[in-house]
């Protein structure tokens, strides 16, 4: 059962190049969200999704784009890569809400620097 | 606006003693609250949470005690013990139909054998 699966683990853009961070769950969650951490800093939560053809702006969404054409992928989109979006991004995916525990289950998270 | 706080960075706390993580937060229609425990280069991984129509939840050594005129929640960890130093991350879930979770910034444990 691999739970919430990211790729890549590692990448290294160039000022101005776009690239994809790939999410992807196997537990039919409805929602699904996107953090980033920086060095000594909390989980910023960028965007996230309710469910397919859903999607809604957290706290730091600019620069970033997401979207959700299934149940299993909440890919994120970087159009324009600057410097200070080098961090660490983590997905995560929620049952619907009113499960027990109101947990959130994590992917391993990329690591992305821009330089 | 931060609306979850931790306002402790790190904590030690010797082997077999209470460790006592706080958090503060800012929204009283949050409806859920978490912990986290984070160990470098994995993802968060869930330890325990409490609803906020209660004040206390119990886990084996993990207990959160939620204070809702306070703002304020607590994990107590007893006994702790070496594998428990980490980063814990304090949570909450927006309640009346909102789906975002917000962290607080981390508390780095340690504790020392």
């Known amino acids: 059962n691999a739970g919430v699966t990211q790729t890549p683990k590692f990448r290294i853009l160039k000022i101005g190049q776009s690239m994809t961070l790939q999410c992807t769950q196997d537990m039919n969650h409805n929602y699904m969200y996107w953090y980033r951490q920086d060095p000594g800093m909390g989980l910023k939560l960028i965007y996230y999704s309710v469910g397919a053809g859903i999607t809604d702006k957290g706290e730091v969404p600019n620069g970033y784009n997401v979207s959700r054409s299934t149940t299993e992928d909440f890919p994120l989109r970087l159009e324009l890569a600057a410097p200070s979006q080098t961090s660490v991004y983590f997905c995560?995916?929620?049952?619907?809400?009113?499960?027990?525990?109101?947990?959130?289950?994590f992917g391993e998270g990329s690591r992305l620097t821009v330089l | 606006d931060q609306q979850v706080k931790q306002n402790s960075p790190s904590l030690s706390v010797q082997e077999g003693r209470i460790s006592i993580l706080n958090c503060d937060y800012t929204?009283?229609?949050?409806?859920?609250f978490l912990w986290y425990k984070k160990y470098p280069a994995e993802g968060p991984t869930f330890l325990i949470s409490?609803?906020?129509?209660?004040d206390k939840n119990e886990d084996g050594r993990f207990t959160v005690f939620l204070n809702k005129s306070a703002k304020h929640l607590s994990l107590h960890i007893v006994p702790s013990q070496p594998g428990d130093s980490a980063v814990y991350f304090c949570?909450?879930?927006?309640?009346?139909?909102?789906?975002?979770?917000?962290f607080g910034t981390g508390t780095r444990l340690k504790v020392l054998a």
């Open positions: 949570a909450a879930r927006g309640g009346s139909g909102t789906y975002k979770y917000i």
């Open positions: 995560a995916t929620s049952p619907r809400q009113g499960a027990n525990t109101g947990e959130l289950f």
């Open positions: 409490i609803s906020s129509i209660k």
């Open positions: 929204n009283s229609m949050f409806d859920y």
